[in-house]
């Protein structure tokens, strides 16, 4: 069984701008594996490990120092990557992205292909409905608990009314939520180990997709400009010491809400 | 410009946040602007998106489209798109509804923005308002391209009721075979107690700050008093600690009170795009670094099983007195 999962990098922490001049995410700092994305791996090592068998193969597409974010999810035990990198992939919109990472999964065949719920520099979750279409697979997202068994997945989905339980055959696209489980931490003999695993880079010529349909080029959606937001008005702060109830009853009050 | 919106419908009515980007559609200057309503025996609620600006309803009626999964969803549209000539479709953001519109973007290879909290035309062309960045920066988004996709965050838009009549339009469909592979066992069923907490007028909710599950009867016994419902984090929804019903934030309930309590809650995004909306939002956490005291009127930095229970009390003597 192989799963693929589909991982990015993403700007470190309070890092993240946005690159006035470009209006492209500043990728220029230090770089890290998107936290959601890891729970995507946790699932595809631990269906591995209950299997029995497999192999767990990542995929991401960005700059060369992506790297850095995959040799972390190398280090909590995937067992090789491929990373798509080329200058021309550059600014690639949801279109742009999905035509890449279908074109490397048609070259891998993965009996399963794992998103995680979303990432954390663009806040968009919709890769895989693109992907799963481009591949012209089953696609279940939002998953919150996962089965495999005799060829079926099964998943049960948080939407906006409760919980679903939707069931696919492989090979299929399952989206991870960051609830599912709780990603491990690389051990030692992990991150050692990780160095040494095989990483493939892939360019967009390798994997077929004509230079119209990459980058900006083959975006079809623009960042037109950036602005501050709006601000909420004056937000009033009390450190916790004794009276603290007191003083949220004459704010409620004052605002005639009790 | 040709605006198709599709409606997502559960227990037998048409989603309100569907009916808001409807409201929002129509008023664009020169848009002629139609809903499509996918499920099967969906033929009577369709009409009702006429009151909401909708000329026109194309309606798919299908077992195949019983279940609420998207890739039938995609296969259906992408034909009607094709048919009838729209040159732009929205969607009101939902596990779903992000799932058919990102299929949708790939079969029709059109430009797809998320999270889109507002809409103008300006030049003749359309243009998204998107806040990013955990709401740090706002960005304007334009499309590139003959067919536009848009998603639109739950509450950016109201329903506006201006009285019109639809005509109700039947088409068929077609579906891929891959479209069909995926098959609903168990479909969720909403289980609701109490009022709900998307009309109620002061909202006290609870996260993972309050510490155990038991200690939720604070936020409970405060709600009462208040005359208010309880709401709930993600987190603690999946720890099993209050039902999903109470739910508020991105696959939850978007609720806009007069007066958010929050009690223990961080405040991430998936959180915040669920309240931010409230009038008023009060936080309470012992952590000073917590988002939410980014964004909220008065912020407490405490411990909760001090804080909580003598509010609760003044509460009630204030009431009392």
């Given at each position: 069984?192989?799963?693929?999962?589909?991982?990015?990098?993403?700007?470190?922490?309070?890092?993240?701008?946005?690159?006035?001049?470009?209006?492209?995410?500043?990728?220029?700092?230090?770089?890290?594996?998107?936290?959601?994305?890891?729970?995507?791996?946790?699932?595809?090592?631990?269906?591995?490990?209950?299997?029995?068998?497999?192999?767990?193969?990542?995929?991401?597409?960005?700059?060369?120092?992506?790297?850095?974010?995959?040799?972390?999810?190398?280090?909590?035990?995937?067992?090789?990557?491929?990373?798509?990198?080329?200058?021309?992939?550059?600014?690639?919109?949801?279109?742009?992205?999905?035509?890449?990472?279908?074109?490397?999964?048609?070259?891998?065949?993965?009996?399963?292909?794992?998103?995680?719920?979303?990432?954390?520099?663009?806040?968009?979750?919709?890769?895989?409905?693109?992907?799963?279409?481009?591949?012209?697979?089953?696609?279940?997202?939002?998953?919150?608990?996962?089965?495999?068994?005799?060829?079926?997945?099964?998943?049960?989905?948080?939407?906006?009314?409760?919980?679903?339980?939707?069931?696919?055959?492989?090979?299929?696209?399952?989206?991870?939520?960051?609830?599912?489980?709780?990603?491990?931490?690389?051990?030692?003999?992990?991150?050692?180990?990780?160095?040494?695993?095989?990483?493939?880079?892939?360019?967009?010529?390798?994997?077929?997709?004509?230079?119209?349909?990459?980058?900006?080029?083959?975006?079809?959606?623009?960042?037109?400009?950036?602005?501050?937001?709006?601000?909420?008005?004056?937000?009033?702060?009390i450190?916790g010491d004794g009276a603290a109830p007191e003083a949220i009853i004459a704010f409620l009050?004052?605002?005639?809400?009790? | 410009?040709?605006?198709?919106?599709?409606?997502?419908?559960?227990?037998?009515?048409?989603?309100?946040?569907?009916?808001?980007?409807?409201?929002?559609?129509?008023?664009?200057?020169?848009?002629?602007?139609?809903?499509?309503?996918?499920?099967?025996?969906?033929?009577?609620?369709?009409?009702?998106?006429?009151?909401?600006?909708?000329?026109?309803?194309?309606?798919?009626?299908?077992?195949?489209?019983?279940?609420?999964?998207?890739?039938?969803?995609?296969?259906?549209?992408?034909?009607?798109?094709?048919?009838?000539?729209?040159?732009?479709?929205?969607?009101?953001?939902?596990?779903?509804?992000?799932?058919?519109?990102?299929?949708?973007?790939?079969?029709?290879?059109?430009?797809?923005?998320?999270?889109?909290?507002?809409?103008?035309?300006?030049?003749?062309?359309?243009?998204?308002?998107?806040?990013?960045?955990?709401?740090?920066?706002?960005?304007?988004?334009?499309?590139?391209?003959?067919?536009?996709?848009?998603?639109?965050?739950?509450?950016?838009?109201?329903?506006?009721?201006?009285?019109?009549?639809?005509?109700?339009?039947?088409?068929?469909?077609?579906?891929?075979?891959?479209?069909?592979?995926?098959?609903?066992?168990?479909?969720?069923?909403?289980?609701?107690?109490?009022?709900?907490?998307?009309?109620?007028?002061?909202?006290?909710?609870?996260?993972?700050?309050?510490?155990?599950?038991?200690?939720?009867?604070?936020?409970?016994?405060l709600?009462?008093?208040?005359?208010?419902?309880?709401?709930?984090?993600?987190?603690?929804?999946?720890?099993?600690?209050?039902?999903?019903?109470?739910?508020?934030?991105?696959?939850?309930?978007?609720?806009?009170?007069?007066?958010?309590?929050?009690?223990?809650?961080?405040?991430?995004?998936?959180?915040?795009?669920?309240?931010?909306?409230?009038?008023?939002?009060?936080?309470i956490?012992?952590?000073?670094?917590?988002?939410?005291?980014?964004?909220?009127?008065?912020?407490v930095?405490g411990d909760l099983?001090e804080i909580l229970p003598r509010l609760t009390e003044l509460v009630?003597q204030r009431?009392?007195?």
């Open positions: 069984m192989r799963i693929a999962v589909c991982v990015k990098q993403v700007p470190e922490g309070a890092a993240k701008r946005i690159d006035p001049a470009t209006r492209r995410l500043d990728r220029a700092g230090e770089g890290a594996l998107n936290a959601y994305d890891a729970n995507a791996v946790e699932e595809a090592l631990r269906l591995k490990e209950s299997a029995g068998e497999g192999e767990v193969v990542l995929l991401t597409m960005g700059p060369a120092r992506a790297a850095d974010a995959i040799r972390k999810a190398l280090a909590m035990g995937a067992d090789r990557a491929i990373l798509v990198t080329d200058d021309a992939a550059a600014g690639s919109d949801l279109l742009a992205t999905s035509i890449a990472l279908a074109r490397a999964l048609e070259r891998e065949q993965p009996d399963l292909v794992l998103f995680g719920q979303q990432a954390a520099d663009s806040d968009g979750a919709v890769l895989w409905g693109a992907v799963a279409d481009r591949l012209r697979r089953p696609l279940i997202s939002q998953v919150a608990e996962l089965t495999l068994a005799d060829g079926v997945v099964t998943g049960k989905r948080q939407s906006e009314f409760g919980y679903d339980v939707i069931r696919a055959p492989l090979p299929a696209v399952v989206a991870v939520s960051d609830s599912i489980n709780e990603p491990r931490y690389p051990s030692l003999k992990g991150i050692m180990g990780a160095k040494k695993k095989p990483q493939e880079t892939l360019t967009l010529a390798d994997l077929g997709v004509e230079s119209d349909r990459a980058g900006e080029a083959g975006s079809r959606t623009e960042v037109l400009a950036l602005s501050e937001p709006p601000s909420r008005g004056e937000s009033r702060r450190d009050a004052e605002k005639r809400l009790v | 410009m040709k605006v198709l919106v599709f409606l997502e419908h559960h227990e037998g009515s048409l989603e309100k946040r569907g009916l808001a980007v409807l409201s929002k559609a129509a008023s664009l200057d020169g848009a002629e602007v139609a809903g499509a309503v996918l499920g099967a025996g969906v033929g009577e609620i369709a009409g009702t998106a006429g009151r909401f600006g909708a000329r026109t309803v194309h309606v798919c009626d299908d077992p195949a489209l019983e279940a609420p999964l998207p890739q039938p969803r995609v296969d259906a549209l992408a034909a009607l798109v094709a048919e009838e000539g729209f040159d732009t479709v929205f969607f009101a953001q939902s596990v779903l509804a992000s799932d058919v519109a990102a299929g949708l973007a790939a079969r029709l290879e059109a430009g797809l923005n998320w999270d889109l909290t507002d809409l103008l035309v300006r030049d003749g062309a359309l243009v998204g308002k998107r806040p990013a960045l955990a709401d740090s920066v706002y960005v304007e988004v334009g499309w590139k391209g003959e067919r536009r996709l848009a998603l639109f965050r739950s509450g950016a838009f109201d329903p506006v009721e201006v009285g019109g009549q639809a005509q109700v339009e039947s088409f068929s469909g077609r579906f891929e075979d891959f479209s069909l592979q995926a098959t609903m066992v168990e479909q969720a069923h909403e289980e609701r107690s109490g009022p709900s907490i998307e009309d109620a007028e002061i909202v006290v909710a609870g996260g993972r700050g309050l510490g155990k599950p038991e200690n939720f009867s604070l936020v409970e016994e709600a009462r008093e208040l005359g208010g419902a309880v709401g709930a984090t993600r987190a603690v929804v999946d720890a099993g600690w209050y039902p999903y019903s109470s739910q508020v934030g991105q696959t939850g309930k978007t609720v806009s009170p007069k007066l958010y309590v929050a009690c223990g809650i961080s405040g991430a995004i998936q959180h915040k795009v669920g309240m931010q909306n409230a009038n008023v939002i009060v936080a956490n012992k952590d000073a670094n917590a988002p939410i005291f980014e964004y909220c009127d008065l912020g930095v099983n009630r009431k009392a007195g």
